[in-house]
């Protein structure tokens, strides 16, 4: 059997590239290390030491400031140097293939690349070239990959999952919105399955659904109302706008009517069903801004638990 | 070879410590064993200050080495640390590095007034220039044999392991 390239030769995280696959003692393991971390945020001096001395670069060949503001935080809470490309804007631009980036970069002793990249694969690619050149000291994290894959958030929603309900064996969960160009939904369904979850939902236009989703295990509602009943975790995913092509949708408004999530759709949940929203949200698009605020909604918790659980990855990363 | 009662040293430990208390005092115990007697020490010297816990894995100079260890635990001073008397608490003194770890955590809460140190046992084997305040024992093990605490409901005792 071809080893997991994500896992060294003793099952340790060696990159991140997707929770698809990823062993569930693996995924426990990084919940469960996420946690002293969060303690650390709440100090007088939120530094520790343990990336001290080592380099990391964020490449980000699609811009994304949040996320990249979120690992160079992570980054340097835990004492790394960090330095941010945004190749979007340098040199790729110049005419560099994207490997001939990564051997510039790693000649300058990096130690750790987040990467972002609007083609899936991408990071896996820059991964597999790293070992196949004997520089395998050096860690990949994927920092959202075309359609393919964005662990960290899938992880961080995990830990908040966990956080507010303990055990994913009794939960029903529902992922809402543009399940076919998320990557975020993608992270989020894998992750689930492998920790779990024994009802797992996908609610979705027909013309945003991918085609393998009922492969994926979820179970497919193309209604609001009915997929959310009785629900213990809402899911709510971003309208990719910067990703439609041609007309999936008719306008922003018609799609809030009937997928955006409102009081009067969330009554149907669980009383204490929590709402999650990976951001930047688009209010009055696929969330109201009366839920959005309201007490149900976790979103911001969900912010401050993903620089614990990207620390804990790159602690992880950094130490195997 | 035959190990001297843990709970017998848990009292001669708590009548060292006694005469130096203070109501600034707080007790921080070291994960695992330590924490353990942080709690029975709290309770026998009867302190206003609840007890606080660190686990040092974060601050590890073997994190390179070994990486990092599983089954980390959040570290814990429920109290402001900032011109307190801490008195550090751990079940068994060998090489010193935990204790350097732990001075180097509890400096990221604050400046405390002072900083002492209790054990257990004081098995020997420094590597770096650590020395107890209070110690209820001292053992003169091979660097091979290592000792630890075990907690059997409510009772403490002292076991040996490794070769």
């Not at chain 1, 130690?111 to 820059?126: E, K, Q, T, W």
């Amino acid at each position: 059997m071809a080893r997991n390239p994500q896992l060294n030769r003793h099952g340790e995280l060696q990159h991140l590239l997707t929770t698809e696959g990823l062993p569930r003692d693996v995924i426990t393991r990084i919940l469960d290390t996420a946690e002293p971390f969060t303690v650390v945020a709440e100090r007088e001096v939120k530094k520790l030491p343990l990336l001290r001395g080592k380099s990391v670069f964020n490449l980000f060949f699609e811009n994304s400031t949040r996320t990249r503001t979120t690992f160079e935080i992570a980054a340097k809470r835990l004492s790394a140097d960090v330095i941010n490309l945004n190749i979007a804007t340098s040199s790729t631009n110049k005419g560099e293939t994207l490997l001939d980036t990564v051997d510039n970069l790693a000649a300058m002793q990096a130690d750790m690349f987040v990467v972002r990249h609007a083609s899936s694969g991408a990071p896996y690619l820059i991964a597999q070239h790293l070992e196949a050149t004997g520089r395998d000291h050096i860690h990949v994290i994927n920092a959202g990959d075309g359609r393919h894959a964005h662990p960290t958030q899938g992880l961080l929603d995990m830990y908040t999952i966990r956080h507010y309900k303990r055990d994913f064996t009794q939960l029903s969960v529902a992922v809402v919105g543009d399940i076919l160009h998320s990557r975020v939904a993608r992270s989020q369904i894998h992750a689930l399955t492998t920790l779990g979850v024994p009802d797992l939902r996908a609610i979705a236009p027909k013309t945003l659904l991918p085609a393998d989703i009922d492969r994926l295990g979820c179970r497919v509602f193309h209604d609001m109302a009915e997929g959310l009943r009785g629900v213990d975790v809402v899911m709510m995913l971003r309208l990719q706008n910067e990703r439609m092509q041609g007309s999936l949708l008719p306008s922003p408004q018609e799609y809030f009517k009937f997928f955006g999530l409102t009081q009067e759709k969330l009554a149907l949940a669980k009383p204490d069903a929590i709402v999650l929203h990976p951001g930047p949200m688009n209010r009055g698009v696929e969330i109201d801004s009366a839920v959005a605020d309201g007490r149900q909604a976790v979103i911001l918790p969900q912010v401050t638990f993903g620089i614990a659980v990207r620390m804990a990855v790159m602690a992880m990363l950094a130490g195997n | 070879m035959s190990l001297p009662d843990a709970e017998h040293l848990l009292v001669v430990l708590a009548d060292q410590i006694r005469p130096r208390v203070g109501a600034d005092t707080a007790l921080v115990g070291l994960h695992t064993g330590g924490v353990w007697l942080a709690q029975r020490l709290h309770a026998l010297l009867g302190l206003m200050q609840p007890a606080g816990s660190l686990d040092v894995s974060f601050y590890r100079d073997d994190y390179a080495k070994r990486g990092l260890a599983r089954d980390t635990r959040s570290s814990s001073l429920p109290f402001e640390v900032e011109g307190r008397h801490l008195i550090l608490v751990d079940d068994v003194l060998h090489t010193g590095r935990t204790v350097r770890a732990a001075l180097n955590e509890l400096f990221d809460y604050g400046r405390p007034l002072r900083v002492e140190l209790a054990v257990l046992v004081d098995r020997g084997g420094r590597e770096l220039p650590v020395a107890p305040t209070y110690c209820a024992a001292t053992l003169d093990l091979p660097p091979g044999q290592r000792v630890k605490l075990a907690q059997d409901g409510d009772t403490l005792s002292l076991r040996l392991t490794g070769s």
